[in-house]
């Protein structure tokens, strides 16, 4: 028996008799179309088919699928990590067949095999959690219907001495275990996460192609300095510092000139800085003209003031989103005022010249402009 789904409503599927028939009851006969799947070990078709009630009963062909297996050879460190992903070369990938992405199972001796593969020519890569490019591609292999293709090329794969293991142990000023912490690995301008966040001792493992351009490896943690790591080694010991912080302070009458909106700045950063960071992410300025702002990383930043609707709590928990208005005011941001981070910054008090005249008159260009309710 197969089993059978419909694409658009929510089933878990049913197996088909014997004699390969299903039966459909109660469905809304409002709807023009239905897709079916059709699913078993071995065969395959040309998924989803449609059809449409008040037709002929629908009969679905499945044809003979093929298979292949093989074996990954690791070093002995390495216990997880590798992706296999196969595609269909050229043509139609709905004609050619899906692309079908497993992981290595080391409990079953790194060995992996893909069933129900639709006949045709296909290639293999694998690659290590992550990474963009594949640390081997293995093309043109061919896969018939009823057969399961026997490949010297995939028994086995040899990795030996193309990915190798690191392990990282990351600890706060005080030598305390940092849970939580996030890994990225560089390589020229590519960039892409490693391994898990590191568990409650500090500690994770990850993988990585040991050949071609030396990788970067760079920690994160929020709340604290972000560290980049030349040269990697197979073990690691991390030690995070705080973040600097700043605290910015405005003319309280400025703040009042807002209501009832609500006054937000955040730090835009400036000069070289790790791919997809821009700066913080923006705070409320309080009643008392206090904003206090944690910066991931010392630098050159350049405030960035806005006006937004107030943050009120629905009764379900969610916030309403915030509708922001970028202020134009002449005499701060656009005179390229600056803040240099230091690493050493612990609540820096910095007087900023946003005047209450500043922001009423970037309200009314604001509701000049339309951009202000």
Same mark, same amino acid.
């Given at each position: 028996? @197969?089993?059978?789904?419909?694409?658009?409503?929510?089933?878990?599927?049913?197996?088909?008799?014997?004699?390969?028939?299903?039966?459909?009851?109660?469905?809304?006969?409002?709807?023009?179309?239905?897709?079916?799947?059709?699913?078993?070990?071995?065969?395959?078709?040309?998924?989803?088919?449609?059809?449409?009630?008040?037709?002929?009963?629908?009969?679905?062909? &499945?044809?003979? !699928?093929?298979?292949?297996?093989?074996?990954?050879?690791?070093?002995? #460190?390495?216990?997880?990590?590798?992706?296999?992903?196969?595609?269909?070369?050229?043509?139609?990938?709905?004609?050619?067949?899906?692309?079908?992405?497993?992981?290595?199972?080391?409990?079953?001796?790194?060995?992996?095999?893909?069933?129900?593969?639709?006949?045709?020519?296909?290639?293999?890569?694998?690659? *290590?959690?992550?990474?963009?490019?594949?640390? /081997?591609?293995?093309?043109?292999?061919?896969?018939?219907?009823?057969?399961?293709?026997? #490949?010297?090329?995939?028994?086995?794969?040899?990795?030996?001495?193309?990915? !190798?293991? !690191?392990?990282?142990?990351?600890?706060?000023?005080?030598? @305390?275990?940092?849970?939580?912490?996030?890994?990225? &690995?560089?390589?020229?301008?590519?960039?892409?996460?490693?391994?898990?966040?590191?568990?409650?001792?500090?500690?994770?493992?990850?993988?990585?192609? =040991?050949?071609?351009?030396?990788?970067?490896?760079?920690?994160?943690?929020?709340?604290?300095?972000?560290?980049?790591?030349?040269?990697?080694?197979?073990? &690691?010991?991390?030690?995070? +510092?705080?973040?600097?912080?700043?605290?910015?302070? *405005?003319?309280?009458?400025?703040?009042? /000139? /807002?209501?009832?909106?609500?006054?937000?700045?955040?730090?835009?950063?400036?000069?070289?800085?790790?791919?997809?960071?821009?700066?913080?992410?923006?705070?409320? %300025?309080?009643?008392?003209? %206090? @904003? =206090?702002?944690?910066?991931?990383? !010392?630098?050159?930043?350049?405030?960035?003031?806005?006006?937004?609707?107030?943050?009120?709590?629905?009764?379900?928990?969610?916030?309403?989103?915030?509708?922001?208005?970028?202020?134009?005011?002449?005499?701060?941001?656009?005179?390229? #005022?600056?803040?240099?981070?230091?690493? /050493? #910054?612990?609540?820096?008090?910095?007087?900023?010249?946003?005047?209450?005249?500043?922001?009423?008159?970037? &309200?009314? +260009?604001?509701?000049?402009?339309? +951009?202000?309710?």
């Amino acid at each position: 028996p @197969a089993r059978w789904s419909f694409a658009n409503i929510r089933s878990d599927g049913l197996p088909s008799g014997s004699d390969g028939t299903f039966t459909v009851r109660g469905f809304n006969m409002a709807k023009e179309s239905h897709r079916v799947r059709t699913h078993r070990e071995g065969y395959f078709c040309q998924d989803p088919v449609e059809f449409t009630f008040g037709t002929a009963d629908l009969r679905i062909v &499945m044809s003979s !699928a093929g298979a292949f297996a093989g074996r990954v050879l690791l070093p002995e #460190d390495v216990t997880d990590g590798i992706n296999l992903c196969m595609t269909p070369e050229g043509g139609d990938r709905e004609q050619k067949g899906p692309r079908l992405l497993m992981l290595i199972e080391h409990d079953r001796g790194n060995r992996f095999s893909f069933k129900s593969v639709p006949p045709g020519t296909y290639q293999l890569s694998v690659s *290590v959690n992550g990474a963009s490019e594949p640390v /081997a591609l293995i093309p043109g292999i061919q896969i018939r219907g009823g057969e399961t293709t026997s #490949d010297p090329r995939l028994n086995p794969i040899d990795l030996r001495e193309v990915v !190798a293991s !690191a392990q990282v142990m990351v600890v706060g000023p005080d030598g @305390a275990p940092v849970k939580g912490a996030k890994l990225t &690995m560089e390589v020229g301008r590519s960039s892409w996460g490693v391994g898990d966040r590191t568990d409650k001792k500090g500690v994770t493992r990850f993988v990585f192609d =040991r050949r071609g351009a030396a990788p970067r490896l760079r920690v994160e943690k929020k709340g604290y300095l972000s560290q980049e790591i030349a040269r990697i080694r197979p073990v &690691m010991r991390v030690t995070l +510092k705080p973040s600097p912080s700043v605290v910015l302070r *405005v003319s309280p009458d400025a703040v009042a /000139a /807002a209501k009832p909106r609500e006054l937000r700045v955040r730090l835009k950063a400036l000069g070289e800085v790790p791919r997809g960071f821009h700066g913080t992410d923006s705070v409320a %300025v309080s009643a008392e003209g %206090v @904003a =206090r702002i944690v910066v991931p990383r !010392a630098g050159l930043y350049q405030t960035q003031w806005s006006l937004s609707e107030p943050v009120q709590r629905r009764p379900n928990g969610r916030y309403t989103t915030i509708k922001e208005t970028s202020l134009e005011v002449p005499s701060f941001v656009e005179s390229g #005022d600056k803040i240099e981070v230091l690493p /050493a #910054d612990h609540d820096r008090e910095i007087p900023v010249n946003l005047t209450r005249s500043d922001i009423e008159k970037a &309200m009314a +260009k604001a509701e000049k402009k339309g +951009k202000g309710r």
